[in-house]
């Protein structure tokens, strides 16, 4: 990453996911993971996610390795809504009817471009 560049973060409202040392999120064989949503450094709510993840991790029989990962604006969705957003992406809108950041960046190009 350029030491000149940093990543701004457009709500503090996100989902955690563990990441482990090669990049993999911990999760299930089907794409589904173990995920957290909550308000960046909400510790009250980490401290159990991370003893899940951790449980989760030795009962697989995997060493405990990696760590926390936080996606701010990103939220966990259904097969359903996965398949809605591809739809919607198709058409050239904005994926998912929910992305606040998204939908108020399309608002001001409109209103410029009309």
């Not at 955690?16 to 960046?40: I, N």
């Not at 604006?73 to 809605?84: F, L, N, Q």
């Not at 994926?95 to 471009?113: C, F, Q, T, V």
Request: aromatic share 10%.
């Amino acid at each position: 990453m350029n030491k000149r560049t940093r990543v701004v973060e457009e709500i503090a409202y996100g989902v955690y996911v563990w990441e482990m040392p090669d990049g993999r999120w911990v999760g299930d064989d089907e794409g589904h993971y173990l995920t957290l949503t909550c308000k960046k450094g909400d510790m009250t709510k980490i401290m159990p996610y991370v003893n899940l993840v951790k449980m989760f991790i030795k009962e697989s029989g995997f060493e405990i390795a990696g760590g926390l990962k936080f996606i701010s604006g990103s939220r966990p969705i259904s097969d359903e809504e996965y398949e809605e957003q591809m739809l919607r992406a198709r058409a050239g809108l904005v994926p998912d009817k929910y992305d606040l950041a998204a939908l108020h960046e399309e608002r001001k190009y409109s209103k410029r471009n009309d």
